[in-house]
C-alpha cells in the first residue's frame, strides 16, 4: 500500500524470500502473521465443504482450476494407496503420476516451460 494516497499497489507474486537472513528477518514478521491468519481464515471457511458444494464461479481461471482439482481427486480415488512398504513413499504414486502423464493436465504441468515458469 502506497503509504502517502492509501491506495494498494499490485505486484505480480514472485519469491521474495531468498537468503537465510530474509527468513530471519520475515519470520516473527507483522507479515507473517498476516499471511498464516489469512491462510487459517481460508481454512477455516471451508471446513466441512466439499468441492460440490462450491458456488458457481464466472472466472474462466477459476472454473479451470476446480476442473483440474477435481479430476486429480478422481484419480486420487482410482488409484487408493499400497499397502506394501516402500523406502521412497507408496508405489501407488508410480501409477497415479503415470495417469496425470499421460493427460492432457500433465502435457502442461509437466511441460518445461510450465517448471521454469512455476520453480522459485
Do not use: D
Not at 530474509?22 to 481464515?41: A, D, L, P, Y
Not at 471457511?45 to 464461479?57: F, K
Not at 464466472?58 to 482439482?69: A, D, T
Not at 513413499?89 to 517448471?115: C, D, M, P, T, V
Amino acid at each position: 500500500m502506497n503509504p502517502e494516497t492509501n491506495i494498494s499497489i499490485f505486484r505480480a507474486p514472485g519469491k521474495c524470500i531468498n537468503t537465510k537472513r530474509q527468513m530471519n528477518f520475515f519470520s516473527g514478521s507483522e507479515s507473517e502473521r498476516k499471511f498464516v491468519n489469512f491462510i487459517q481464515e481460508l481454512n477455516t471457511s471451508v471446513i466441512g465443504m466439499q468441492n460440490e458444494n462450491t458456488r458457481e464461479c464466472s472466472s474462466k481461471s477459476v472454473q479451470v482450476l476446480l476442473g483440474i482439482l477435481n479430476q486429480l481427486g478422481i484419480w486420487v480415488r482410482e488409484i487408493p494407496p499400497s499397502n506394501y512398504a516402500a523406502r521412497f513413499g507408496n508405489i501407488a504414486f508410480r501409477s497415479w503420476f503415470a495417469q496425470l502423464e499421460k493427460s492432457s493436465i500433465g502435457k502442461y504441468f509437466i511441460s518445461e516451460n510450465f517448471i521454469s515458469w512455476s520453480t522459485f
